[in-house]
Structures are given as structure tokens and as C-alpha cells.
């Protein structure tokens, strides 16, 4: 809590929040910090107030809410970072030769902050701002596979577990097992679970709030599987990851 002493205000309890990987009460925020429980309590209430944090169900601890995530949203599409990583996208476009995009976490929901295109004469577009279920999208496995169990596990409760294909992951505890996969390797697949013929390979984009890393957006390239099958995409998975990391650089 040294940041919260030193008088970094609300916006560092923010961070605090979002660094812890459950949902936190005044009691630990207060730990180790010179700032009165009052003030505390207070600058959690101003931001509940905001719509950046909300009350868990048990309504003594405190957690992200969705307005963060489109915080984070508008931040990553418009702070002075964008060109850099839309630059750092265009460039592993070229490495892998197929499409890419950065996405970030909209509920349950990925939403798509930017994209290039491949110019192959057969690939599917999407545009800037387009959504797609968590549940079958290698952005959102990767998304719900690294984020705080508690968290993780209410994520679980409202994903509609719709099928849109025949590989579509329908089943709670199917999913279960397919993240502690995407947790153990820092990668996840799109089997043609979201598109019949499209495949998805994700990797995460890291930034580091308070002490902690945190996955803030996912990299991910998209292809046919006409042309790329899952095994020769993980093939292009290091050019993918040092595209994410030099990505993560472009946060601090």
C-alpha cells in the first residue's frame, strides 16, 4: 500500500483493486497504509459512484467493474501507445502472413480495439469494434484462463455457453479443463469454435499494475484452416509472442 501512502489517491486504489486476484475488502486495502480507513472508504465509494468498481455478492469486497473494461478500451485505442502497437501489428502481419488483431475483455465478450488484414484473396474480416463470445474465442479463453479464480469462476456463471459450430465448447467443465490447458501453456486455440473453417491462435499482452502482471489485451492472428491448420498456426506462435511483448512495452 506504499503508492496509496505516498498520495496517489483513488487512482491507485484502482490499481490496487484491479492488482488483487480476488475480490478485496477495506480491511486488506487498509493494510500497511497511512491513508484513514474513512478516506479509503470514501474514494471506494466515489469510485463504485464512477461505475470502475462494484460490490462482490457479498457485499462486503470490492471488484472491477465493466465500466474498467471500457476504460481500458478507450486508454488502448487512443493513448499516444496506439500507433505504436498498431505499427508492432502491421509488422507481425508481415512475420506470420496472415490477419491479427488486439482485443480486450467487454463483459463476456472480446471486443476487437484494432486489426490488419493479410492480403490473401480468401480471409474473413472483421472490423474495429466487432465483438465475439468469450467462451469460443482464443482471445477470450486466454482472457478467462489468466484472470483471479473468483473472478474467473462468476465469469463462468454468465457465459451463455451458445454453440455456434459443432467444436463450440458447450459444457462448463469442458471449458474448465480447456483453460487450465490455455493457463499451463500462455496460449490459446480457436478450433473452428467460433467460425466453421476459421482458426485462432491468442497470446497475452502483459502490463504490470501495482506489483502484479495482468493480461490487458490479447494478440491473436486468425486464418482458414484451408490454408493453416492449428498445429503449422503454433508454428508462428514465438513470432506472436514477441510481437505481444514488444506490445507490452508500449503500456509502461
Avoid at 486476484?21 to 480507513?37: F, I, K, N, Y
Avoid at 467443465?173 to 486455440?189: C, M, N, P, S, T
Wanted: some cysteine.
Amino acid at each position: 500500500m506504499d503508492d496509496l501512502a505516498g498520495g496517489l489517491k483513488p487512482i491507485a486504489l484502482l490499481e490496487r483493486v484491479a492488482a488483487m486476484e480476488h475480490p478485496v475488502t477495506l480491511a486488506e486495502l487498509a493494510v500497511g497504509s497511512d491513508v484513514p480507513r474513512p478516506t479509503l472508504h470514501r474514494w471506494l465509494n466515489a469510485l463504485t459512484a464512477a461505475g470502475l468498481l462494484q460490490r462482490a455478492p457479498d457485499g462486503r469486497r470490492f471488484e472491477l467493474a465493466p465500466r474498467a473494461s471500457q476504460l481500458a478500451f478507450s486508454i488502448l485505442s487512443n493513448q499516444p501507445g496506439a500507433a505504436l502497437r498498431h505499427g508492432l501489428l502491421e509488422k507481425v502481419v508481415r512475420t506470420v502472413g496472415e490477419s491479427c488483431n488486439l482485443t480486450v475483455l467487454h463483459g463476456t465478450e472480446v471486443t476487437y480495439i484494432d486489426r490488419v488484414e493479410a492480403m490473401w484473396p480468401l480471409r474473413i474480416t472483421f472490423q474495429r469494434g466487432s465483438r465475439v463470445p468469450a467462451h469460443c474465442s482464443a482471445s477470450g479463453k486466454l482472457f478467462l484462463a489468466l484472470m483471479p479464480p473468483a473472478k474467473r469462476d462468476r465469469m463462468l456463471r454468465d457465459l451463455s455457453y451458445e454453440g455456434f459450430t459443432e467444436n463450440t465448447i458447450t459444457d462448463r467443465d469442458a471449458l474448465l479443463a480447456e483453460l487450465a490447458a490455455v493457463r499451463k501453456q500462455r496460449y490459446a486455440l480457436d478450433r473452428e469454435e467460433y467460425l466453421s473453417g476459421l482458426v485462432c491462435l491468442a497470446v497475452p499482452v502483459i502490463q504490470r499494475i501495482g506489483r502484479s502482471p495482468a493480461c490487458i489485451a490479447a494478440l491473436a492472428m486468425q486464418a482458414p484452416v484451408s490454408r493453416l491448420s492449428c498445429d503449422a498456426m503454433i508454428e508462428k506462435l514465438p513470432a506472436l509472442q514477441d510481437a505481444a511483448q514488444a506490445m507490452s512495452g508500449t503500456l509502461e
